[in-house]
């Protein structure tokens, strides 16, 4: 009852005439830089820092705006994923592996409403779980040390193989490379830059965003280059079909189950300081994907593979502020970016910002739930124009892909090195679609393997190079359990399921999968 | 940030000619004033330019609203390569540096630079470090912990949010050589992504002990999570620091500060140098400076200038033989 009344007296603090127009606006921008590939959340955060000092903003309305910018930018990199397939920020990418196929088609316009409502249902139910049980929480994430983040990172990693079926050497080939590229960098554990070749930009490793930008949207230009002008090339191409903008309730409903149970996940990922939004989607997807996908429609346009990872990624992003506000510890990087606000505001994070500032924080979580029904509100009927985006005909979209990649990643870091990475990055990616290589599990071992590497390394240390610390607490066999199950079980079943698949694709399209599947097979 | 970094080179070009025909008839006022921080949005070189740019302007040393440009890379590398081969006589920038860029020069870690090929302007204030463990933990003094390494190193794990050989690192092992333990290399210490994060490692029980910075500390000792044996300042901190003993006062004479400061173009003009150190000195005399200082949890280092220089001399010379001492460098 106290929290409810604290909360209340949030709503009070929030609901001012100048923080509602501080909501919409910051809503509004965020979902256009999520939308833009390049311009991800913690970039988006941090351009708009300056903004709100420059207006004087005091405390709350400056963390109005920027969580709204927060919120908004996690709804936003969808769109570019499901229309182009070209992610807008990392925890958008594993959207584009059913998004994208239901843009091909004719489903965009659902795809986009699905994963504006799985947004708001991940977002809407996280802002709750922080409301409700952040002081718990955070218990949870003092369980983690390092040998059960590893083992985390692990579990990771195993259930891989679930996200691209077509190849599962191709795909374990691409992870391996991702793990390379994840090498690069001084290593935090000795101090020794590896593979930088004595050149001071790659010191600090490969910026994912760099990485993404040049393998998706990049290499998707290139493509475009090779075919330029080829007359059957353009006629092979199916034609785009816009199709109809809402989805029926029976959709909805179908993927209801989908979107609690991943809310749930990408939750926890979210509180994990260090796990944060791109191991929600990714876990959230790939775990879906083995609990329901009985018929092999995930990666095909399974509307319950656009919800999954959506919920997933919106579910981690209000869970992240856990950690962020009750331990200053940042779980992603746009919370670093909003904790740097908070310190330049004079407000310490930490075990004691409840108690001593709670004006900030309730005002802040108020300020979450109006957010995300103002994007809700935004993002669904502004559908209809999202999807105009497919109209526009390649020979004009490709330059625009290619000018708002270069300028985005240039406004990383101000450096031109990085532009030369993203090209790098672009023709591998090229060079990978040619060789029917999936994209993705290149980008998860460069996120994922750093962090597995540091971590098994601090366990291995702490415990004086004895690896019996890997399975020594119940937490870490119980993550391991599930890892091997999610590796081991695939290879048995495999059979099973493929006869199962074969079955299924022969009975009825993919596409008109979702509402059979409805009924139990 | 394009958007912002675009009209601001054309700005810059501008604003240089604007500067040169000023200087030449009165001293130097600087036009469209730039502060990089060599790291992305949130990290303390941010965190320094912004507030000092925020603090200049509303004391009117500067006429309007410093740009802050992040350019981040090889912990500050990139953006002192930058400085030093394409920004060389730039008048109206400086650049937020801290320890960290001098143990990084010390380390040979930038590449074919070193501090020479700056001019060092002045410090804004220092952040102490601290030795600090867990509420619940047998230890209670630094003197303690230290016997504790000297016995077994391997039951003590000490973490912090640098990389191996950085300051945090370089801290617990100077502190580790006053007490006598000859093989530093010895001491079992756990890099983590950021003080934050170890911290909430020795909450969680994965470490014995943390080092790092006290402003990193702050939230969690008000909250009595952790118990702070010592602080290597050279002597007590005042205000609601004054109850942590400094390692000094405990018999190891041990002092890590992690001071926050500026340096400037190599090619900067005399009457600009004077005209930074002066706006840094003031601003830093000001008592919008040391309310700003008090909040963020940092302490007085007063220098500007060569004192300044000196210091960071200093500082990169004892860096320097530490580093051969525990084999960083050759």
New interface residues.
Partial sequence: MDTLSSLADGFSVALTFQNIGLALLGCFLGTIMGALPGLGP??G???L??LA??LGLGPTPALILLTSVYYGAMYGGRISSILLNIPGDEPAMMTCLDGYPMAQQGRAGEALALSGIASFVGAFFATWGLVLLAPQLVKV??????AEYFALFTLAFATLGGISASNQAKSAFAAALGLGLAMIG??????VPRFTF?E?????GIDFLVAIVGLFALSEVFIFLEHRGSAEEEAAKPKVVIGKIAPSWGLIRYCTPTMLRTTVLGFIAGVL??AGASLGSFISYSLEKKLVDKKGTFGTGDPRGVAAPEAGNNAAAGGALV?MLA????GSGTT??L??VL??L?I??????FTQNPDVVWGLIAALFIGNFMLLAMNIPMVGLFVRVLMVPPRILMPIVAMISF??I??????S?DLMVMVGFGIMGWALRKLDVPLVPVILGTLLGNEME?NLR?AV??N?GDYSILVGSPLTLILWAIAIVGFVLPIFVGGIVRARMRKAAAKDETATAATEGANPD | MKIAALPLIGGLAIAGALAMAVSAASAFEPERTECIAPANPGGGWDFTCRQVGKSLQDLGLIKSTMQVVNLSGGGGGVAFAEVVNKRNDANDLIIAASSATATRLAQNAYPGNTMDQVRWLAAVGADYGVIAVAKDSEINTLPELLEKIKDDPSSVSIGGGSAVGGWDHLKVLIAAQKAGISDVRSVKYIAFAGGGEAVTQLLAGSLQAFTGDLSEAKGFVDSGDIKVLAVLAPERLEGEFADMPTAKEQGIDAIGANWRGFYAPGGMSGEAYEFWVDAIGTLYASDEWKAVMETNGLAPLDLQGAEFEAFVRDSVDNITALSKEIGILQ
Wanted: aromatic share 8%; no cysteine; net charge negative.
């Fill in positions: 913690s970039n955060v941090a351009i820092i300056p000092f420059t994430a003092l369980l983690f040390g390092p001084v290593d935090t554990q000795t101090g004595g001071v930009h790659l010191y600090d300081p260090g950690p331990l200053g510890v940042p670093a970016v904790l740097a310190l330049a004079n310490t994070p930490g075990p004691l910002l300028v985005g240039y406004g990383i870091s101000g450096s090195f540091v601090r240390t702490i004086d």
